[in-house]
């Protein structure tokens, strides 16, 4: 979704158009009579943009959910609770297991799609409320207490 540069309404399919030389990206009304360069479907989502300065580690993953801080090893640690292999755990969710290494060394970050696979296979939650931290809080007490486990090591 991209907002018309001409009315400001959200558009799936944005129009460039060439006016007076410069690109416009309009929506399909606005496009109307116009010269049309080329259109661009958003039916695909368009990555977010990184943020340069971010004091805080996280990443928007939802529209109002972000992912916790420790979800790497949330993720390692539910596993090795059901005693599954990297490997199982990868053939069982349809992904490579060097990501999924990688997600519990805390190296990359799992896409939505994944958080929520790895989610409702390790029955955990690896995504908390952005606007409304408290609500997430009160869930993720007891994780955090035990995370220094892992750090001290
Ligand atoms: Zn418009």
Same mark, same amino acid.
């Given at each position: +979704? ?8 959200? %558009?799936?399919?944005?129009? *460039? ?6 690109? +416009?990206?309009?929506? #399909?009304?606005? #496009? ?5 360069? &080329? ?10 943009? +990184?943020?340069? %300065?971010?004091? &805080?580690? &996280? ?6 959910? *972000? ?5 790497? /090893? ?6 090795? $609770?059901?005693?599954?292999?990297? $490997?199982?755990? #990868? =053939? ?24 929520? $696979?790895? =989610?409702?296979?390790? @029955?955990?939650?690896? %995504?908390?409320? #952005? *606007?409304?931290? !408290? @609500? ?5 007490? !007891?994780? !955090?207490? %035990?995370?220094?486990? /892992?750090?001290?090591?």
């Amino acid at each position: +979704m991209e907002d018309c540069e001409l009315c400001g309404r959200p %558009t799936e399919t944005v129009y *460039v158009l060439n006016i007076e030389n410069v690109e +416009m990206r309009t929506c #399909a009304k606005c #496009a109307k009579g116009k010269k049309v360069i &080329r259109t661009e479907s958003y039916a695909e989502p368009k990555k977010a943009k +990184m943020q340069a %300065t971010s004091a &805080r580690p &996280r990443q928007v993953s939802d529209d109002d959910k *972000v992912l916790i801080e420790d979800y790497g /090893f949330t993720v390692r640690r539910a596993r090795e $609770k059901m005693h599954l292999p990297i $490997k199982v755990l #990868a =053939e069982m969710l349809n992904e490579k297991e060097h990501l999924l290494v990688r997600v519990e060394e805390q190296k990359t970050k799992p896409t939505i799609e994944l958080t929520k $696979k790895l =989610e409702k296979a390790l @029955r955990i939650k690896l %995504t908390e409320d #952005a *606007v409304e931290e !408290s @609500r997430a809080y009160t869930n993720k007490v !007891s994780e !955090s207490a %035990t995370i220094g486990d /892992f750090v001290g090591e």
